[in-house]
């Protein structure tokens, strides 16, 4: 094929600000260490960049994360949960949330320190991703809620 030319513009994409975060305004404990009956939120985000970027988003890919959480231990990880989401054009970052209910009920176990994660993948679900990338930049502790003193 004389005189043809392919071009394909460079694109990045950035999975940062792993955090954790409850509805709890009047917790004593920073935001990593978690109350076993306490409902709790991820948040990631996704940002892409780069002169492909705005060429990139219009296709509307999936953009999808799962949070998982692998305990300092011998012990097997647990999936927490994923979030997808379809770009949109004009859009070029994605903070992503999922809500959980409380430690505990998920299957993670109190007075255990967990290494927080999430992976990405961007493009058609059902193929092979056109972008991935994993993040574990969070560590969480999970402590048994006292239980309360009964009045005499």
């Known amino acids: 094929m004389s005189g ?4 394909v ?19 004593v404990f920073p935001n990593t260490i978690l109350q076993s009956n306490q409902p709790f939120s991820l ?3 996704v940002e ?11 296709l509307a890919p999936s953009i999808q994360v799962e949070f998982y959480a692998k305990p300092l231990s011998p012990d097997p990880g647990i999936v927490l949960g994923k979030v997808e989401v379809k770009a949109n054009p004009n859009v070029l ?11 505990t009920s998920i299957g993670l176990r109190p007075k255990t320190i967990y290494s927080i994660g999430s992976v990405l993948q961007i493009g058609n679900p059902d193929w092979p ?6 993040t574990e930049e969070l560590t969480i502790e999970i402590y048994a809620t006292p239980p309360e003193k009964k009045s005499k």
């Open 9 to 27: 513009v460079p694109i990045a994409c950035c999975l940062s600000n792993l955090t954790v975060f409850t509805t709890d305004a009047n917790s």
């Open 129 to 134: 991703s056109f972008i991935n990338g994993f």
């Open 4 to 7: 043809s030319q392919i071009n």
């Open 43 to 45: 948040k990631v985000t």
């Open 48 to 58: 892409f960049s780069g002169p492909g970027a705005i060429a990139f988003v219009p």
């Open 93 to 103: 970052t994605y903070p992503l949330t999922l809500t959980l209910p409380p430690p």
